[in-house]
């Protein structure tokens, strides 16, 4: 529904709840729907979340709406190129310190570590390699002026140093939650394991509404969360009982489990078969020949005889 309803106007500044601004960035594309979602709150103590492209009518639309108002902290939920490439020189003109949880290599499981050292490289929106913030903020961590208290939490799987925001009742969850689509999990930098993990974590906290890092606000926050760990775990078995006929490489999984979506998607798709089989991997279902990588072939681990 959200996807022929939410046409927002980029550029301009729109009031959601009281405290709650937002301003789309004009970066249309299939990766960020209508644009970036840069939120504001606060009235007079301002703080800022993800600040987005480095595009200078943005920025001029971040400035302008900002105003004479303090802006006490730019915050980058993650350090994919449509959410933080801004930050640096909004940090200059502003003096507000950046805030996340690490660079774009922080936060990273091991088995993303090592295949990224293998040399697979990234997909989907593209990874800032400069970005750098001023604080380090930790899992848990409060802040709080005389005008508002948000907990950071750290939550990878879209990315190793993803962090979502609560806000009260509300959580801005940058890419791990949206409604319009589900998030984009592609390794190096996705981890599906970290991502289910992650929802699982959010879930704790009994959100009321989501601010996603692009499309509409998501009223059923639970609902929508619950849905995104039944659709991955759906994903799962979908491959597995395709594996169960014989072993496969990831083209042929992807036409097999992908037989109904435009063979133009079927790269995302084989990414995103590829995180669940390294999912599937970590949790010793699957065996990968000769070594777990894009160009293996898979197979279902057959459990061992026991011995008479």
Known sequence: ?????????????????????????????????????????????????????????????????????????????????????????????????????????????????????????????????????????????????????????????????????????????GDLVMGWASSLVSPPDGDLTDFIASCEKLKTRKPEILYPGHGAPVPEAMKRINWLIDHRQERTADILTALAMKPQTIPMLTKEVYSETDPALHPAAARNIFAHLVHLHQRDLVTANPKLSPSAAFALRRPKAAKT
Request: hydrophobic share 40%.
């Open 1 to 173: 529904m959200q996807i022929s309803t939410f046409d927002p106007p980029t550029e301009r500044v729109e009031t959601l709840a009281p405290g709650v601004r937002r301003i789309v960035a004009a970066n249309p594309s299939p990766m960020t729907f209508r644009g970036t979602n840069t939120y504001i709150l606060g009235s007079e103590k301002l703080f800022l979340i993800d600040p987005g492209p480095d595009d200078p009518v943005h920025l001029q639309a971040i400035l302008d709406t900002i105003g004479t108002a303090g802006l006490q902290f730019i915050f980058v939920t993650h350090s994919h190129l449509d959410h933080s490439p801004l930050a640096a020189t909004l940090a200059l003109q502003t003096g507000a310190p950046v805030l996340a949880f690490g660079d774009s290599q922080a936060g990273r499981s091991a088995v993303m570590q090592e295949l990224a050292g293998s040399g697979l490289a990234g997909g989907g929106e593209g990874v800032d390699p400069f970005f750098s913030p001023d604080q380090i903020v930790s899992d848990g961590e409060i802040l709080a002026t005389n005008e508002w208290q948000l907990e950071f939490i750290h939550t990878p799987g879209h990315m190793g140093n993803h962090m979502a925001v609560r806000w009260g009742d509300a959580i801005f969850t």
